[in-house]
């Protein structure tokens, strides 16, 4: 019973992890009043890069570091349609959103002859586990605690994001870009430049997310790696009411939908494999019913910030 409960909690903080990055960059660009519907494919994208920088580095961490530049770049192409530009955020979030998969494959055939995923990684390619040699084998502990480092990594994030947004002048800056730009803009704050930002770092959290998939929790990176978990992880973000601490426990809930996935698929029961495998999707429509019309953005989230010159 105990080494049941150590699997499905150990799983879900590892299936958790990818989410709660990318979650966590939807927070913040949506906190400064930008939507980022693209979040699956700067995923996808940064889910690339790292596995093919990392291959041929040798090193997870260019590897990590690089899916969030690449996720970054397109976070940026965002943040010029929309905060330059005035575009719909939804429809160039749905261009993102094709234009990071379809880059990805294309490159992936370009650097791996053809073939529309990359070559495995090494044990030594992956992120490391620092508890890997000093936790005792078969306990509950190491169960739990034997993760990548993105783990800890994100959840110390959950903690940087919340103390920058509501414990900082920054953060006060990016709320209130997000509630009022127009107000904000007279006090003297860079609406543009603020959006830009966080527009930019969604991109990065995302692309970080993605790189947890490919270098941490799978091998390599593949067409179907992400197919999805982009959009779990904007549902997340609604369902926690854009604040990065309703995002973490929206995650965790989602995780463990995974988890119990992986569980029951390894148990004895006779549980359909098709049925098992909507069933974090039916998890996701579920929660945006039964929350998404009692969760408030932020009052300006969406709507495009023309300066006036007058």
Sequence with gaps: MLSSLGF???TTLMYSTPLLFTSLGGVVSENSGVVNIGLEGMMTFGAFMAATVGYFTGNPWLGFLSG???AGFLGLLHAIACVSFGASQVVSGIAINFLGPGLALFLSRKFFDGATMTYTLSIEMKMP???NHILPEGTFIRQVLNQDITVFMVFSLVFVIWFVLYRTRLGLRIRAVGEHPKAADTLGVNVYRI???CVIFSGV????GG???SIAVASNFFQTLISGQGFIALAAMI???WKPQGAMIAC???GAAQAMVIFIGGTALRVPNEFLSMMPYVLTLVILMGFVGKAVAPAADGIPYIKDES
Excluded at 205 to 208: K, L, N, P
């Design 8 to 10: 499905i909690i150990g």
């Design 68 to 70: 969030g530049l690449g």
């Design 129 to 131: 586990k620092y508890f």
């Design 195 to 197: 959006r830009y930002l």
């Design 205 to 208: 959290f995302a692309g970080f």
């Design 211 to 213: 790189a947890a998939m």
């Design 239 to 241: 369902f926690g009411k």
């Design 252 to 254: 965790l809930i989602f």
